[in-house]
């Protein structure tokens, strides 16, 4: 009876089908970003620095509860949300505040300066992401596990999978879309995806790597290039999706990737990062928060496939 | 007399080339961490950087002063921090460094020397 009456609110819904789902998972995932670093600043400004540091290790723990809860779950839109959720927990906490309490207090670090005609200023890439800098082999080696697993979904790895002449090789998967948690693969997915855009603008941003003239402004003019083009393809694929959890996986890395574009034109003094000085813009930093409310409201409201709330997954 | 300005302002000219030289020389290879002179640079800089690097800017800046202060008194900061106890005052770290990031703060248009010549009036 349910699942009749949500197929039929689901065939009725003038509202949730392409491109709307599409649209408003990627609106959602650039606010999620935004709001992201401002939840940062306000815990660092609430809390301090050093009491910052050790909530930090109980909030990721939680994060790690929340996690388990929707692991155990059977509902695939709950596990994608909570995966969601605790990846960005575990990263903000036990990666970026980890980082930035070895960076700036355990290992002493000073901060990056850039020089100019009116001397020296303090440069946007502080000692926690001097840090995460470094960790580029470390991403790299566990992205060649993705590539050479034949388990893995996400079309990227699909497709050096096929470039690479691996599918005959790897075989096919042995998991069906039943067998997956799709809690942990969120989870994971939030962090990895996260962690390689963070990796590449810093990259990008090295002035040890690329200088700070001609060839930093075109390594930089080409990111963009590349994170427009790249999220511009994921995002007209995303614009055709129907089901929201799948939705809100895709929009992950297609928010993430556009974001890469945003980083530069922050670093180019293009616009204010307002996400980063909430105190100076309350009132605009409201407005993102409330509608970012109410599209995750809007979502968690919208009429949902039975496979999605769990029918039809093995108990 | 004229003598004496003229040639006063001739060394003058020609300190701030080699300033001018010299800052070029200290360049710090581009992806490192802080500044080439930290004495030379003013208490609103290293006021930001307290922000970002609290602990690495407290201590380039002691270095620094240990630095200028061997260069006055011969004596290494070790040394004068002994002597110092035995005149009544307690000196560590926190407190060295401390007496630095308080006076910056509190006049950030001064240079960083100016912070380390003010406590070296109290050390020395």
């Given at each position: 009876m349910t699942t009749v009456a949500i197929n039929n609110s689901l065939g009725e819904s003038k509202l949730w089908k392409p491109p709307i789902v599409g649209i408003v998972t990627f609106v959602l995932m650039l606010f999620a970003i935004a709001l992201g670093h401002t939840l940062m600043v306000l815990i660092e400004h609430w809390l301090g620095h050093e009491t910052t540091y050790i909530a930090s290790i109980f909030l990721g723990a939680a994060g790690i509860v929340l996690l388990w809860y929707g692991v155990k779950s059977k509902n695939e839109n709950l596990q994608t949300w909570i995966g969601f959720l605790a990846g960005l927990t575990i990263w903000m906490t036990w990666v970026e505040f980890f980082y930035m309490w070895y960076g700036r207090a355990n290992w002493g670090m000073v901060p990056r300066m850039i020089m100019s005609d009116d001397g020296p200023t303090v440069s946007g890439t502080y000692p926690e992401y001097m840090v995460m800098g470094a960790t580029i082999g470390l991403l790299l080696m566990q992205l060649c596990f993705y590539t050479f697993d034949k388990d893995t979904?996400?079309?990227?790895?699909l497709w050096f999978q096929k470039k690479l002449g691996?599918?005959?090789?790897l075989g096919p998967s042995t998991k069906t879309a039943k067998d997956r948690?799709?809690?942990i693969i969120t989870f994971m997915e939030t962090i990895y995806v996260t962690w390689f855009c963070y990796a590449w603008n810093l990259l990008c941003f090295d002035p040890g790597l690329v200088g700070a003239g001609e060839f930093y402004f075109a390594i930089n003019m080409a990111s963009v290039f590349v994170a427009f083009v790249w999220s511009g393809y994921c995002f007209s694929r995303l614009l055709k999706f129907k089901r929201i959890s799948t939705a809100?996986?895709?929009?992950?890395?297609?928010?993430?990737i556009f974001w890469v574009s945003v980083e530069v034109a922050t670093k180019w003094k293009l616009f204010t990062e307002i996400w980063i000085h909430p105190w100076d813009y309350k009132?605009?930093?409201?407005?993102?928060f409330g509608a970012f409310l109410s599209l995750v409201l809007l979502l968690v409201l919208a009429p949902k496939k039975p496979s999605e709330v769990g029918r039809g997954r093995p108990a | 007399m004229i003598r004496s300005i003229s040639l006063f302002v001739l060394m003058g000219f020609a300190m701030l080339l080699s300033n001018a030289a010299s800052a070029e020389k200290l360049k710090l290879p581009a992806g490192m961490g802080g500044v080439a002179d930290i004495g030379a640079t003013s208490c609103d800089v290293f006021n930001k950087m307290m922000v970002i690097g609290p602990l690495g800017t407290k201590r380039l800046l002691l270095t620094w002063a240990q630095g200028y202060y061997h260069a006055k008194s011969g004596k290494t900061i070790n040394e004068i921090i002994e002597a110092a106890e035995k005149a009544g005052q307690a000196w560590d770290f926190d407190s060295l460094t401390g007496h630095l990031v308080d006076y910056c703060a509190a006049d950030p248009d001064a240079l960083t020397s100016a912070a380390v010549i003010n406590l070296g009036e109290q050390l020395l």
């Open positions: 979904r996400c079309n990227m790895f691996l599918q005959e090789g948690n799709y809690a809100l996986r895709y929009a992950i890395p297609v928010g993430s009132i605009e930093m409201t407005v993102v | -």
